[in-house]
């Protein structure tokens, strides 16, 4: 991204940013990214307890099952949201959720290019 910049346009940094991530990244690189994603306090500070207990206990499963943290762009769900498409994700074949997985990470990368350039 830094040899691409400066950007005058949202847009030509998101595109930069997705033809770097699909195109220029390993699979390793990936699930490196993947694995350092713990941003379950923020999806949590509002749920019940049982959810929270769910919402950990299915983390740690998954986790255990794909070998990296659920990803999922929270914007707008609520975390029984959270946790149904944890559930329901946590049911796919991996290479099916490695994709899945980083669709969701690319929504990330696109909510914080936004936000760099609207603030």
């Not at 699909?22 to 049982?50: P, R």
């Not at 959810?51 to 983390?59: A, G, P």
């Amino acid at each position: 991204m830094a040899s691409s910049s400066p950007f005058h346009l949202l847009d030509h940094a998101i595109e930069v940013a997705k033809d770097i991530f699909h195109n220029k990244l390993e699979v390793g690189s990936w699930i490196e990214t993947l694995s350092y994603h713990d941003c379950f306090d923020t999806y949590i500070s509002t749920a019940t307890k049982s959810t929270k207990q769910e919402l950990h206990e299915w983390r740690l499963k998954y986790q255990k099952k794909f070998g990296y943290a659920f990803v999922t762009c929270a914007s707008g769900k609520s975390s029984d949201e959270i946790l149904s498409e944890l559930k329901e994700r946590y049911t796919n074949m991996p290479l099916v959720e490695l994709d899945m997985a980083c669709r969701e990470e690319m929504k990330l990368i696109e909510l914080q290019l936004t936000n760099h350039y609207v603030n």
